[in-house]
């Protein structure tokens, strides 16, 4: 038993090392393409294209009609511009676009209000849904919560001149980044994404990934790849491996960014995490053995492995840390296995690395006082991040299993900056569930980790159980306050 422990803790750091050269690979590929000089890219043609802007709305009575301002004000021609609200709402909020609609139609924008039957394929379906009635050339994609800036469009159509591009992705800008520290945190945690991840990733000539919203299409990308298919919880995600795996090519633009709403309570943090885990998985499990039968050279393929078991890598957290406490008395009831905790030493060097990746990303976005928000966001960062390995891991789980489950909304309350309120949402819900429970258990567990330590006078995992105890902590008090 005792050899078995040490072979699965030794094997999930050593996962967690290897993913962290990964990252640190990446960081490698994006402070290479800031040295190289950008491309200027082409004019808009003479003729524009029609583009079709979809608007996947469900039950966002708060947002709805501040999105549809902020695409009534994109500057384009308005007979070239279709404006797709494609709701799936069961409230009030079918009546709030309605209106709204109607006012803007009233002002001369093409605007329809698309209503489906039934909401089969959720997110997936009503995209596909409107597919078949858009007009436009190209399809750009904007989620409830999003603020896109007025001259999107005539940044983004020019570099859609090379033929083979089937995607153009934005950053994403976070409007309400400084409202609490559950926001600082996830716009911490998406800015590394949206500046390494993908621009190394693109300069490496690997797969990205169209991020769900603040993206265009070019239409005949999306049916050439199949289309928008509902088995995976990431319909985005998906869509994006097959469309390169037919030899599209995608391209990220850092430079422009579109705004969204983060989520500002634990609870829609978690159903957030949940869906892009899971379907993260599901995705894995789809495409994974596809992507790495596919062309292109070790490092491309290396780099798809990683990018498609990004979210398992909670997993691999998880055992590492279960695993931990009792590695304690193993080290103390047979010595010989002390050896092993020199072994331990590739965490430390894959933690470098890891903080290699954020301080970069970090620097990129925030140069003027980089390092103060970089160590005040950084050691709660990975806290928080270890404090949701247990939740996170289960919907990994499930969508390695292949259970299914219904796609579930982020509820959005339009906060920007530091203004706005939650409380009283219609949307809002908190409950005590099992999850919250055994988050309680593993917090009691790695206290008990704590004290072992203490006790046996090894402190090798004092830092790592505290971490651990710490952040299940904050997410059962999150959770359970809505704070």
């Known amino acids: 038993m005792s050899w078995l422990i040490a072979i699965l803790y030794c094997s999930s750091l050593l996962f967690l090392f290897l993913f962290s050269l990964g990252q640190l690979h990446l960081t490698w590929h994006y402070l290479r393409s800031l040295r190289k000089k950008q491309a200027v890219p082409l004019a808009l043609p003479e003729e524009l294209p029609v583009v079709t802007v979809q608007l996947p709305i469900y039950n966002e009575r708060y947002v709805a009609e501040r999105l549809l301002d902020a695409i009534a004000r994109l500057h384009y021609p308005a007979d070239k511009l279709q404006i797709q609200v494609l709701d799936d709402s069961t409230d009030d909020t079918v009546a709030l676009i309605s209106a709204k609609a109607a006012a803007l139609q009233g002002q001369g924008l093409w605007i329809e209000h698309v209503r489906r039957p039934n909401r089969q394929g959720f997110k997936a379906g009503a995209l596909q849904w409107g597919l078949q009635k858009a007009k436009g050339a190209f399809i750009a994609i904007f989620d409830a919560d999003f603020l896109p800036p007025a001259d999107f469009l005539i940044k983004t ?44 990733r693109s300069e490496a000539g690997s797969y990205i990934n169209f991020n769900g919203t603040g993206g265009i299409w070019r239409r005949s990308c999306i049916e050439d790849a199949g289309g928008w298919s509902a088995d995976t919880l990431t319909e985005d995600l998906d869509l994006s491996y097959r469309a390169q795996m037919r030899g599209w090519k995608f391209r990220y633009l850092e ?14 943090v ?214």
Request: with cysteine; glycine share 8%.
């Open 157 to 200: 159509l020019p570099y859609f001149q090379a033929p083979e591009t089937g995607v153009v992705q934005t950053r994403w800008g976070h409007l309400n980044r400084t409202y609490n520290l559950l926001t600082k945190l996830q716009a911490f945690g998406l800015d590394a994404h949206f500046t390494i991840e993908q621009g190394g």
């Open 255 to 268: 430079e422009v960014e579109s705004p969204a709403e983060l989520p500002v309570i634990m609870p829609a």
């Open 270 to 483: 978690r159903s957030q995490h949940f869906r892009w885990n899971k379907g993260a998985a599901e995705c894995a499990r789809k495409n994974l053995l596809k992507s790495l039968r596919s062309h292109g050279s070790f490092f491309n393929k290396l780099h798809a492995f990683f990018h498609l078991t990004n979210s398992s890598i909670f997993i691999v957290i998880l055992i590492a840390a279960l695993l931990s406490v009792p590695m304690l008395f193993v080290k103390e009831l047979l010595p010989e296995f002390e050896r092993i905790f020199y072994f331990g030493r590739v965490f430390f060097f894959g933690f470098l690395a890891i903080g290699v990746f954020y301080w970069v990303a970090s620097y990129r976005l925030h140069p003027k006082g980089s390092v103060l928000y970089f160590w005040s966001l950084f050691p709660p960062f990975l806290i928080v991040s270890l404090g949701l390995s247990a939740h996170n891991t289960m919907a990994v789980a499930e969508g390695w299993l292949g259970k299914k489950s219904p796609f579930l909304r982020t509820p959005k309350f339009n906060i920007t900056g530091k203004e706005g309120a939650w409380k009283g949402n219609v949307y809002l819900s908190r409950n005590f569930s099992w999850m919250t429970l055994l988050e309680t258990i593993l917090a009691v567990y790695f206290v008990f980790g704590i004290g072992a330590g203490l006790y046996l006078q090894d402190y090798s995992l004092l830092l790592f159980h505290s971490m651990l105890a710490i952040g299940f902590i904050l997410v059962i008090y999150y959770t359970l306050s809505g704070k």
